[in-house]
């Protein structure tokens, strides 16, 4: 039984560290290049729901080889149930790149999805599976038709609660999601989308209502890095700024806050609460390297070093 699901990839992120983020055509030096305890937005996302005590199933493909074996550990270690993790030996588990800063800002390159090569008989197979749950998560680490098939699915034949992280966004456009009950974008995303210039003025409030109009989903969360989030829910809206913090790693900062929103409406929270909570908690995984990692003080917390950190930082929570 579980109250979650997750669908989305799994892929290992092979990360490396430069003195800032390169330019269009640019060669530059990269030092500290391996391979990190860091799985797509899939894995990142059951993780940390799995380590505040949500229970999770988390659903795609993965290829028979060292890489897949090593999602199903890390997911399973942290309580998720990878019972729908199909393994086919004749497809590669993806990979990544990550490049991160001297500031900490990262940016992301994603390979290919094993989940391409998901069939629509697996795929409801894996949510009738799951029909129990009351939270759908899926997003476009995974081809984005394969992805909305799936929310669609879990939307019209089992009536869950539905979120779609939009990032990348597809090539082809969106179009109407009707069937989607939150897209979730960060504010570059949600200007990409809308075909808006990087430094125009549109409120977060507008950025939302146009992507909801263009898209006919019920409403939008907006992250804004260390700035905070921004929720419509088709009626009402609110911003959440962020505590300030000292930030030493902003990977999977964004499928943490998604992961601890969802985590919070399990827990019979409204959205708004969610969503404050969440951006503390995002705002406190930022302070912690890595995503994945089991190592103490680092990754995804688990929900007793959130609520110790809770509990003695009041005066930024």
């Not at 390979?111 to 629509?120: F, Q």
């Not at 894996?126 to 799936?150: C, D, N, Q, R, V």
């Not at 950190?309 to 930024?316: A, D, M, R, S, V």
Request: contains cysteine.
């Amino acid at each position: 039984m579980v109250d979650v699901i997750v669908f989305n990839s799994h892929g290992v992120g092979q990360i490396c560290h430069v003195k800032r983020l390169p330019r269009l055509g640019e060669t530059m030096e990269a030092t500290n290049w391996r391979v990190e305890e860091d799985g797509g937005k899939g894995a990142t996302v059951s993780v940390a729901l799995g380590r505040l005590g949500i229970k999770t199933g988390y659903i795609g493909k993965v290829g028979e080889d060292p890489w897949g074996e090593m999602g199903d550990k890390w997911m399973s270690e942290s309580g998720v149930d990878t019972k729908y993790m199909y393994k086919d030996k004749n497809v590669a588990t993806g990979t990544g790149l990550i490049m991160v800063d001297e500031n900490g800002l990262n940016t992301i390159v994603d390979g290919d999805s094993a989940c391409k090569y998901l069939t629509e008989e697996e795929i409801i197979n894996a949510i009738k599976g799951h029909k129990e749950a009351k939270y759908f998560i899926t997003g476009f680490g995974m081809p984005s038709e394969k992805a909305l098939y799936g929310a669609k699915i879990a939307k019209e034949m089992f009536n869950m609660l539905t979120f779609c992280n939009a990032s990348p966004l597809p090539s082809e456009g969106l179009g109407k999601t009707e069937y989607i009950d939150y897209l979730v974008v960060n504010d570059v995303e949600a200007k990409i989308d809308l075909e808006l210039d990087e430094d125009d003025n549109t409120t977060p409030k507008e950025l939302a209502e146009k992507m909801i109009n263009k898209h006919s989903c019920k409403g939008v969360i907006i992250t804004y890095g260390p700035e905070g989030s921004f929720v419509h829910d088709g009626k009402d809206y609110w911003f959440v700024k962020a505590p300030k913090v000292d930030a030493v790693d902003t990977i999977g900062a964004g499928d943490g806050y998604l992961a601890a929103l969802v985590a919070n409406l399990v827990w019979g929270k409204t959205l708004r609460e969610a969503s404050e909570w969440a951006t503390k908690y995002a705002s406190y995984k930022v302070t912690r390297k890595g995503s994945m990692t089991k190592e103490k003080g680092k990754g995804y917390p688990y929900i007793e070093e959130v609520n110790e950190y809770f509990l003695h930082n009041k005066e930024i929570i």
